[in-house]
């Protein structure tokens, strides 16, 4: 949808699949990650950066973990 240029229903489809996401996995799983970059990917598209720059912010915090990916994972560069 994104790609199609209708970020709004793209972000609502990303939050619904972060919400399933949310009931199967960790907050640190890699594809609750992933759904949340993708979110904030949408926010920064609608312009709404302030949103998008605090998700960013918080998936990479999370993914910098040793313990999640660390410093060279793809998921923490993709985030960065």
Same mark, same amino acid.
């Given at each position: 949808?994104?790609?199609?240029?209708?970020?709004?229903?793209?972000?609502?489809?990303?939050?619904?699949?972060?919400? @399933?996401? %949310?009931?199967?996995? #960790? +907050? *640190?799983?890699?594809?609750?990650?992933? !759904?949340?970059?993708? =979110? $904030?990917?949408? @926010?920064? %598209?609608?312009?709404? #950066? +302030? *949103?998008?720059?605090?998700?960013?912010? !918080?998936?990479?915090? =999370? $993914?910098?973990?040793?313990?999640?990916?660390?410093?060279?994972?793809?998921?923490?560069?993709?985030?960065?």
């Amino acid at each position: 949808l994104s790609n199609l240029g209708d970020h709004s229903a793209a972000l609502a489809e990303h939050r619904a699949v972060l919400a @399933l996401y %949310s009931r199967l996995y #960790h +907050a *640190e799983h890699p594809d609750v990650l992933i !759904s949340r970059r993708q =979110i $904030a990917n949408c @926010l920064s %598209s609608l312009e709404r #950066h +302030a *949103e998008a720059l605090r998700e960013y912010r !918080s998936v990479l915090a =999370i $993914a910098r973990r040793e313990s999640v990916h660390g410093e060279k994972h793809d998921t923490t560069l993709g985030a960065r």
